[in-house]
């Protein structure tokens, strides 16, 4: 028998009275989550939903996300996280791709999640804590329905980058060998643990390494659903936890919380953090104030994450994002797919247990994205040094071309951060008439601290070739974010005339 909510059963079984997930004051023990998980399979019969069928859900960091997921999975049927934030077109068009006929929203954005659901000929049940779990308590509790390892237990839609989202389809066996690699060689989780939940749970990072990995292994989840470095320090010192689980921008904004001395992080073990690169002066200035090691890692939404990590046994090299995990395993390649000398630039590819099945209905996509060996290419560009520490360069699609001259948006990104006035920095192409691109950095400043564009732009100016330094620099409040605070360039607006 297979399924991913054996694990919560399994769990449920070894530590009945242990707290599952926590948000604040509210309580799951273990035995209360398998419960709500197993009667949420007569819930869901009561709709209409057999195994296979696909169900959306469109819910903050709140128990009640994962009450939903396991029963969803319980009952045999395909889990589709959506970002709460969605609006009513892009509602509409998750669940008409992936053919989910009901929706499970957040009671505070019924009014999208309903419209959505409506345009797509789907049922919505909204979700408020007292009502939900007074509607899943009057049910009987269903038996488990078992799955094969290669039936698909989750949807999860793509950023869209290069389109609209694409659903990649991440298996029973897939999620959980992933966990379980996850869980035994980096972070080490067990029933003593409390693991941060601040990464969102519709994100396949929240979700397997913050929600699968902590229910898998006995530990406690600390939810919170809106991430505020404050808040997570607060929590940290509340609920001693042991393992945190970020982005880059929350490392970056704990460390520039003014009064951060006055919490007690002690009980911290181990920091992981991937979904974009991490900047080294980030990553020292975290570790110096804080006393933690951070071991940052790599991998996508069709590699279920986690495809490599700085391992906490072996050497760690700030800058990198490690060397595979066990069952992984990546390569870099040059245009034709054929494996680079180490030092060189090329693309990373990826194979193992933990790529996905296929993209949701997208044949020509799926065939294009992995090739019959089984590797995955990631539109990731790297190089892997000679212990074969692999080092993203950058995005292949975030390449600059300024006057027929490479330059990686993140190489100059880390010389920005070096900078002490620096927060947060993005910098993007403008289009130029003679060189085709001109470079940009839009730039976030601390708290209490002053720069000028100029000043910022001749720091750069004197620690990289001429050709990769900014020319149009300017200040913002704030850069443009995604779902796990993972900065978008793309959604960089670039001022008139602000190259002269």
Request: proline share 7%.
């Given at each position: 028998?297979?399924?991913?909510s054996?694990?919560?059963?399994?769990?449920?079984?070894?530590?009945?009275?242990?707290?599952?997930?926590?948000?604040?004051?509210?309580?799951l023990?273990?035995?209360?989550l398998?419960?709500?998980?197993?009667?949420m399979?007569?819930?869901?019969?009561?709709?209409?939903?057999?195994?296979?069928?696909?169900?959306?859900?469109?819910?903050?960091?709140?128990?009640?996300?994962?009450?939903?997921?396991?029963g969803?999975l319980?009952?045999?049927?395909?889990?589709?996280?959506?970002?709460?934030?969605?609006?009513?077109?892009?509602?509409?068009?998750?669940?008409?791709?992936?053919?989910a006929?009901?929706?499970?929203?957040?009671?505070?954005?019924?009014?999208?999640?309903?419209?959505?659901?409506?345009a797509?000929?789907?049922?919505?049940?909204?979700?408020?804590?007292?009502?939900?779990?007074?509607?899943?308590?009057?049910?009987e509790?269903a038996?488990?329905?078992?799955?094969?390892?290669?039936?698909?237990?989750?949807?999860?839609?793509?950023?869209?980058?290069?389109?609209?989202?694409?659903?990649?389809?991440?298996t029973?066996?897939?999620?959980?060998?992933?966990?379980?690699?996850?869980?035994?060689?980096?972070?080490?989780?067990?029933?003593?643990?409390?693991?941060?939940?601040c990464?969102p749970?519709?994100?396949?990072?929240g979700?397997?390494?913050?929600?699968?990995?902590?229910?898998?292994n006995?530990a406690?989840?600390?939810?919170?659903?809106?991430?505020?470095?404050?808040?997570?320090l607060?929590?940290?010192?509340?609920?001693?936890v042991?393992?945190?689980?970020?982005?880059?921008?929350?490392?970056a904004?704990?460390?520039?919380?003014?009064?951060?001395?006055?919490?007690?992080?002690?009980?911290?073990?181990t920091?992981?953090?991937?979904?974009?690169?991490l900047p080294?002066?980030?990553?020292?200035?975290?570790?110096q104030?804080?006393?933690?090691?951070?071991?940052?890692g790599?991998?996508?939404?069709?590699?279920?994450?986690?495809?490599?990590f700085?391992?906490?046994?072996?050497?760690?090299?700030?800058?990198?994002?490690?060397?595979?995990?066990?069952g992984v395993?990546?390569?870099?390649?040059?245009?034709?797919?054929?494996?680079?000398?180490?030092?060189?630039i090329?693309e990373?590819?990826?194979?193992?247990?933990?790529?996905m099945?296929?993209?949701?209905?997208?044949?020509?996509?799926?065939?294009?994205?992995?090739?019959?060996?089984?590797?995955?290419?990631?539109?990731?560009?790297?190089?892997?040094?000679?212990?074969?520490y692999f080092?993203?360069?950058?995005?292949k699609?975030?390449?600059?071309?300024?006057?027929?001259?490479?330059?990686?948006?993140?190489?100059?990104?880390?010389?920005?951060?070096?900078?002490p006035?620096?927060?947060?920095?993005a910098?993007?192409?403008?289009?130029?008439a003679?060189?085709?691109?001109?470079?940009?950095?839009?730039i976030?400043?601390?708290?209490?601290?002053?720069?000028?564009?100029?000043?910022?732009?001749d720091?750069?100016?004197g620690?990289?070739?001429?050709?990769?330094?900014?020319?149009?620099?300017?200040?913002?409040?704030?850069?443009?974010?995604?779902?796990?605070g993972?900065?978008?360039?793309?959604?960089?607006?670039?001022?008139?005339?602000?190259?002269?």
């Amino acid at each position: 028998m297979t399924n991913l909510s054996l694990n919560l059963s399994e769990s449920a079984a070894m530590y009945p009275d242990h707290p599952a997930i926590r948000l604040d004051d509210d309580v799951l023990r273990y035995t209360d989550l398998d419960d709500a998980a197993a009667r949420m399979v007569t819930l869901l019969r009561e709709y209409g939903v057999q195994p296979g069928d696909r169900v959306g859900l469109m819910l903050p960091n709140v128990p009640e996300f994962a009450i939903v997921f396991f029963g969803v999975l319980r009952a045999g049927g395909v889990a589709v996280p959506m970002n709460p934030l969605l609006k009513r077109r892009e509602v509409e068009y998750y669940l008409a791709d992936s053919g989910a006929r009901v929706l499970f929203g957040w009671h505070e954005v019924a009014a999208e999640a309903e419209a959505g659901a409506k345009a797509a000929d789907a049922q919505l049940l909204p979700i408020a804590p007292q009502e939900f779990r007074a509607l899943v308590g009057e049910r009987e509790p269903a038996e488990l329905v078992s799955r094969d390892g290669d039936d698909t237990a989750v949807i999860l839609y793509t950023s869209g980058t290069t389109g609209r989202p694409k659903g990649a389809e991440l298996t029973h066996a897939g999620l959980n060998t992933n966990q379980a690699v996850t869980a035994r060689t980096l972070t080490k989780v067990g029933p003593d643990d409390v693991v941060m939940g601040c990464l969102p749970l519709f994100h396949v990072f929240g979700l397997t390494c913050g929600l699968n990995s902590a229910i898998a292994n006995g530990a406690t989840l600390t939810l919170i659903p809106r991430f505020s470095p404050a808040k997570a320090l607060e929590v940290i010192q509340r609920d001693k936890v042991t393992v945190f689980e970020g982005v880059p921008t929350m490392y970056a904004a704990m460390l520039g919380v003014p009064n951060r001395d006055e919490y007690d992080v002690s009980t911290l073990r181990t920091c992981v953090s991937g979904g974009a690169a991490l900047p080294v002066e980030v990553l020292r200035g975290f570790e110096q104030a804080f006393g933690c090691i951070i071991l940052e890692g790599y991998g996508l939404s069709e590699t279920s994450p986690v495809a490599s990590f700085n391992h906490p046994d072996a050497v760690r090299k700030p800058g990198s994002i490690g060397t595979p995990i066990e069952g992984v395993r990546m390569r870099v390649v040059d245009e034709n797919r054929t494996p680079v000398q180490p030092g060189e630039i090329g693309e990373i590819q990826i194979g193992g247990h933990n790529v996905m099945k296929s993209y949701w209905n997208k044949p020509d996509e799926t065939a294009a994205t992995i090739d019959a060996d089984g590797w995955l290419s990631t539109g990731d560009m790297a190089r892997q040094d000679e212990d074969g520490y692999f080092f993203i360069v950058d995005r292949k699609k975030d390449l600059l071309i300024r006057g027929g001259y490479n330059v990686y948006p993140r190489e100059v990104e880390e010389v920005l951060y070096e900078h002490p006035a620096v927060a947060e920095a993005a910098v993007v192409g403008i289009p130029h008439a003679s060189l085709g691109e001109e470079i940009g950095a839009a730039i976030a400043l601390k708290d209490g601290t002053s720069a000028t564009p100029e000043e910022l732009r001749d720091f750069v100016k004197g620690r990289i070739a001429a050709y990769k330094y900014p020319r149009a620099v300017w200040i913002v409040d704030e850069l443009p974010k995604g779902p796990t605070g993972k900065i978008q360039r793309r959604d960089v607006v670039v001022p008139e005339g602000v190259l002269r």
